[in-house]
């Protein structure tokens, strides 16, 4: 579970987010949602520990993120950025073995615990095969599944995601949240992440949470599909948001 509390964030003397309150829940997939240059990115990588330039709290199953040592906050949240991973000659075994780095002895040597926990990764994400392939050999899809196996071999009850359906076709952005979805449900993990695909988030999320700076609102999908702050954000002379399909329409 991910709660933030009176969560204030900006760079450069501006402020994205302003005394946001809101909880993620477990057994949840959220989509974060908003504009280019609204802050999503930077409200992640705060989750996540990776931007400290904040105010308010965060708080991850009920642990301070502030207070949380390295070890306990590889244990408790995953990372998953928008990168392209090509990584030549490394085995995608090899890639989601990573994910246990925070339970491995001080030589990094995989136990049999850590074994199953890779091999149940890839089977969870349909990746089983393409365990001894290459990252350099295969596509976007198809490594961003093997980006996802290696948090969940991290075995934390969060994740987070940067636009995971950044650089994949359509049938690829459905599986891939449809993916996220499963796993959320399956497993009882909170997942979020950020994305621009509002038919799909609209489709596949259990809530959104809309980022219309410097203000967060987050309500069940259903509910901020016929509210009018999707609109009321995305909407300009030529474009509006229909509530019954969930998609942008041109007027």
Request: hydrophobic share 40%; net charge negative.
């Amino acid at each position: 579970m991910i709660e933030l509390q009176n969560f204030s964030t900006g760079y450069s003397g501006r402020t994205l987010l302003r005394d946001a309150t809101v909880v993620f829940g477990n057994s949840s997939l959220t989509a974060l949602i908003g504009r280019n240059g609204s802050g999503k990115s930077t409200l992640l990588r705060a989750i996540a520990g990776l931007n400290r330039h904040y105010s308010g709290n965060i708080l991850l199953d009920g642990h301070d993120l502030s207070l949380m040592k390295p070890q306990q906050l590889a244990h408790t949240i995953a990372f998953v950025n928008t990168e392209r991973t090509r990584i030549a000659s490394l085995r995608c075994q090899d890639v989601v073995a990573m994910g246990r780095a925070p339970y491995t002895n001080w030589f990094g040597r995989m136990q049999d615990i850590d074994r199953e926990a890779v091999a149940q990764a890839l089977a969870c994400t349909g990746m089983t095969e393409y365990a001894l392939r290459t990252m350099d050999t295969m596509s976007d899809g198809e490594c961003q599944r093997i980006m996802i196996a290696r948090a969940l071999a991290q075995d934390t009850p969060t994740i987070i995601l940067d636009e995971p359906t950044s650089f994949l076709d359509l049938p690829s952005r459905y599986e891939l949240v449809a993916l996220l979805r499963e796993l959320a449900h399956n497993s009882g993990r909170c997942v979020l992440f950020s994305t621009h695909e509002l038919d799909i988030a609209m489709q596949q999320c259990d809530s959104i949470a809309l980022l219309d700076t410097p203000q967060l609102r987050h309500l069940p999908a259903d509910e901020m599909r016929h509210s009018e702050y999707i609109d009321r954000l995305f909407r300009n002379d030529t474009i509006r948001f229909d509530a019954e399909s969930g998609t942008m329409k041109l007027s």
